[in-house]
């Protein structure tokens, strides 16, 4: 396998990489979508961001089962083991970043009978997809708009339940699936559909950086990169573990991060002033704005907080005017300036 | 050459006089240059864009090209409509049954690792293979999800993209002409111009171990960041060619540090090629007068001001070097103010792939035999083989024959049949005409958007053809992308005659290639309909509203749905009649709102 990119040497694009760091806190704020100019670092970003994160405690099942899930979110062995013993045995695995290839066919998404087994043993045995691999952890699809409508379809349906349910070949299983999706994409090869693009949580667009010194710095690094790889990533060492322990960190203080009412009642403001549509908006700001907290070390979330994640939090689900040239993001802009001044 | 000897590149027909801006290089020399660039470094460079139409100067490049690779470096050839399976990989169905367990095949993408892609008519690439091709590109492995195969396989190589693209609109994605390093254009190179390559596999392999010592310093790549801001090249891939580049060209010249000429040589062949603007004019600085370039734009100054002087000289003799290399036809165009457009997905008959029989959400099983473009569905298969095994075993066993492999018969075969909800692409054709474009060209293009935004939500595509002056031009073939419907509806003049026909003529070229593709087109003609101008661009009343008539009953005949809109400020007859020659829905624009627009829209696609 190549050797990613390190995370921390990716110059500029901040708010991609915070909200990389936020999706990794709190997996509940709902992925991150990232669209934007060719050559900006999408992919790098998210494979630098693999190697650095924490490892979790895992069942050591197919699933990779949370000890500590209820049963819902538990497979099928994983519930019949508790039952019986009363507790399951857990190991520290890394957490799985999968990727969703193009040209994936959907027996390898969602599983299907195990063709070896089938073929050497004539048994008739379930092999867990990658929607299987991928619970726990992060899926990523490069090229999310160019994803094959069928393939879109399973994984809504899986994203929104949790779970996936498979019903083919006279297999019948049933098995958790929770991971952060992750997508990147370029606007100029298509849209993405709607359904899609708002179980993201947060949307980011990146674009080239115009000044010279970034621009150098990039340039510099990466033909660093190239020439040595091993070298670069050592060199990076120390700055990445930095930020691994920054999640960590975050991650643990997380549960004691409040959000007082006043935040909650700008946070309202925002959403009913900005038309989003349904709940979904709301809860993303201050889920995201409270992970944001975390990773500052804040305990308290407060409107700065708000402010700086709302863009992304809400850029993509307001509602699409064509006749609006301005975009989203200054809608967006906009409408905090006018709320909460400047 | 191994040894230090004489520079092959002075023993060329084109000296690359180093600096010399101008017309010292031809572009020949410069495209075998790049050949042999890209060898050295095949992964760091991408590879080459290859305009030009197939003929003897291409094949001249091409076999260079191949010629240049050492032996046993791995050429692989694409072929336009490849399947999934074969450039990823997937499972060797003949393979698997013969073994009696699941044997991968490797892709394409997999077989050239460490050597060059040949991309065949690659400006009519399938968007999904292109991206296939990017990911591999990017991530320098194939991951492959399929057929109950998970692979990941290192896969670094070069591409060669032959682009045969005509005009402009017709073109490589940009995604993939990002991701290669040089951009060459052969269809103004004369055959007798072709000669013969002074470099040999011997230079290539000799500068290879180099390269990794060559050093580039960071005031080089400042200048080479500085050019390519002050060429308006937005993607950092091409600084970031540019400097891998200049080594390579420093290590075929069996140098450890990047000189001038390096850079220039970059400048040229990788910067040049992207410009969509001029450099902003310095004011002449004391230290080397630059060649006048009179009708330079001014507006960018300020930006270009606050960059550091250090290397302010060496820039410029650079840029200069690299401005000289940039094509005549894109100077014309820049200072016409006129944009380079993006280069568009394919249009015409045989471009898409998206409404292949393959595709889509299966929808049960059939008996039959895999032919092209259905797939065996293996799964069904075993399981129609089944049941039978025991008896097949036991008349092997009668025959003398025992196996304990699975018996498959071609009475087994099953192959998937998949429902594609056929995709519609909705096609303007809108009147810019002079007489429309006073009055009502404002509002059309309002109504467009607001068409765009609902056919966007229904996820289909648009399509764009304006019709004024002359003749009528494709603003925007069919798309997804509302970003680029609305840039094209942006750039949209007004003005002059109304070439009626020619408009719904284009029009219908384009729906009858969707219906051709399984697609269901449906064409929106706004227009007040008072043409006057025909089809060969003569003025005339009379034959131009009688060519109009005519072109409308071919739209009825080929049975395409289709709306007329009269933009006129008062509904005029002429309107009415063309629709009713189309067989087309009729719908006066004082009469229509956005929303009475969007369920006519809706009532013609059905």
Redesign the interface.
């Known amino acids: ?2 050797i990613p990119f390190p995370f921390s040497a990716i110059v500029a694009q901040e708010e991609m990489k915070r909200s990389l760091l936020m999706a990794a806190i709190d997996p509940s704020i709902g992925g991150v979508l990232v669209f934007g ?4 670092g999408k ?1 790098t970003a998210i ?1 630098g961001l693999a190697a650095l994160l924490p490892k979790m405690r895992a069942v050591d099942c197919t699933y990779n089962c949370d000890p500590e899930a209820g049963d819902d979110y538990l497979c099928q062995e994983c519930r019949a083991r508790k039952a019986k013993n009363g507790s399951l045995k857990s190991r520290q695995v890394p957490v799985p970043v999968v ?11 969602i599983g ?5 087994r ?3 043993k ?1 048994e008739k045995a379930f ?1 867990p ?2 929607l299987a691999r991928a619970h726990r952890g992060f899926l990523y699809i ?2 999310v708009n ?1 994803l ?3 393939l879109v ?1 399973s994984l809504l349906d899986v994203a929104a339940s949790g779970q996936n349910l498979v019903e083919r ?2 297999l019948s299983v049933r098995h958790p699936a929770r991971f952060v999706l992750v997508g990147s994409g ?6 993405l ?2 359904q899609l693009q708002d179980r993201f949580g947060l949307s980011v667009e990146v674009k ?3 000044d ?1 010194t970034t ?2 710095k ?3 690094l ?2 660093e990169f ?2 040595d790889p091993e070298a670069f990533v050592e060199k990076w060492k120390t700055k990445d573990a930095k930020v691994s322990r920054q999640i960590q960190k975050a991650k643990k203080l997380l549960p004691e991060v409040e959000v007082p009412d006043r935040t909650l009642e700008e946070t309202a403001k925002l959403c009913i002033k900005l038309g989003t549509d349904g709940l979904r908006g709301e809860l993303t700001v201050i889920r995201s704005a409270r992970a944001l907290a975390a990773l500052q070390g804040d305990k308290t979330v407060t409107v700065d907080h708000v402010k700086t994640i709302a863009v992304s939090a809400l850029r993509h689900r307001l509602r ?4 609006d040239e301005s975009g989203s993001t200054s809608r967006v802009e906009r409408a905090i300036k006018e709320l909460f001044g400047e | 050459m191994s040894t230090p000897g004489p520079n092959p590149a002075v023993a060329d027909g084109g000296t690359p006089a180093p600096l010399q801006a101008g017309p010292g290089h031809s572009p020949w020399d410069d495209a075998v240059l790049a050949a042999v660039l890209m060898t050295i470094d095949p992964v760091g460079t991408g590879g080459v864009a290859l305009r030009a139409l197939p003929g003897p100067v291409r094949d001249q490049w091409l076999s260079i090209m191949r010629d240049l690779q050492p032996e046993g470096t791995p050429m692989r050839r694409i072929p336009l409509h490849v399947a999934d399976g074969r450039l990823l990989g997937g499972l060797d169905l003949a393979a698997t049954l013969n073994a009696g367990r699941p044997v991968a095949e490797k892709g394409l993408l997999v077989e050239a690792d460490g050597g060059v892609i040949e991309l065949s008519m690659a400006e009519r690439i399938a968007p999904g293979t292109a991206a296939r091709l990017n990911m591999a590109f990017d991530s320098g492995e194939v991951i492959l999800e399929r057929d109950g195969l998970t692979m990941r396989t290192p896969s670094r190589f070069a591409v060669v993209a032959l682009d045969e693209g005509v005009g402009e609109d017709e073109g490589l994605s940009n995604a993939l002409l990002d991701r290669l390093a040089f951009h060459l254009e052969l269809n103004y190179v004369r055959y007798d111009q072709a000669i013969a390559c002074d470099y040999t596999v011997e230079d290539v392999l000799a500068a290879r171990p180099r390269l990794p010592g060559v050093m580039i310093t960071d005031a080089q790549v400042e200048t080479l960041c500085n050019i390519a801001l002050a060429l308006g090249i937005p993607s950092l891939r091409a600084s970031i060619f540019a400097s891998r580049v200049a080594c390579a060209h420093a290590a075929l010249e069996e140098r450890t540090e990047v000189t001038d000429e390096d850079l220039a040589v970059a400048g040229r062949l990788v910067l040049a090629p992207r410009a969509t603007r001029l450099p902003p004019m310095e004011p002449p600085p004391d230290a080397e007068p630059p060649p006048p370039e009179p009708e330079e734009p001014k507006q960018d100054e300020e930006q270009s001001n606050q960059e550091p002087q250090e290397p302010q000289e060496l820039q410029d003799k650079i840029l200069e070097a690299t401005k000289a290399a940039i094509p005549a036809g894109l100077l014309a165009q820049l200072q016409m103010g006129k944009l380079r457009r993006s280069r568009a997905r394919a249009t015409g008959k045989a471009g898409a792939v998206r409404n292949a029989p393959s595709r889509g959400r299966p929808a049960g099983v059939l008996r039959g035999e895999p032919r092209a473009g259905q797939r065996l569905n293996v799964i069904e298969t075993l399981r129609a083989a089944a049941p039978w095994q025991r008896i097949r075993r036991e008349e092997r066993a009668r025959a003398g024959k025992p196996s304990s492999r699975l018996e498959i018969r071609q009475d087994d075969f099953r192959i998937t049949r998949f429902k594609h909800k056929s995709e519609s692409t909705t096609i303007f054709v809108v009147d810019a005409s002079g007489s429309s474009a006073l009055h009502r060209l404002a509002e059309a293009k309002g109504a467009v958007e607001l068409l765009l935004a609902d056919c966007y939500v229904r996820r289909d595509q648009v399509a764009l053809v304006a019709f004024r002056g002359q003749g009528a031009e494709v603003l925007l073939p069919p798309t997804r992308s509302l970003v680029r419907a609305k840039r094209s509806l942006a750039g949209l003049p007004g003005g002059g005659g109304t070439p009626l026909a020619s408009g719904i003529d284009l029009g219908m070229m384009l729906a009858d290639g969707v219906q051709r593709r399984g697609g269901t087109p449906v064409l929106i003609v706004m227009t007040d309909g008072r043409a006057n101008v025909a089809r060969d661009g003569t003025g005339g009343r009379t034959r131009a509203n009688e060519e109009a008539l005519a072109a409308a009953r071919m739209v009825r005949s080929l049975e395409i749905p289709a709306l007329v809109i009269d933009t006129s400020p008062r509904p005029q007859p002429q309107g009415r009649e063309l629709a009713k020659e189309m067989g087309a829905v009729y719908l006066p624009l004082p009469h229509a709102d956005a929303n009475a627009l969007n369920q006519a829209v809706r009532a013609t696609a059905g």
Not at chain 1, 101 to 109: I, K, S
């Open positions: 396998m190549p100019d060719r050559g900006t992919s494979r990727d969703l290839p193009l040209g994936a066919t959907e027996d390898r998404v299907a009978l195990d063709l070896e089938a073929l050497t004539g092999e997809g990658l490069d090229e160019l094959e409508d069928h379809d070949e006279g370029n606007p100029e090869e298509g849209e559909r709607p080239t950086p115009t010279l621009r150098m990039v340039v510099r990466r033909d190239e020439r699409r005017d064509p006749l």
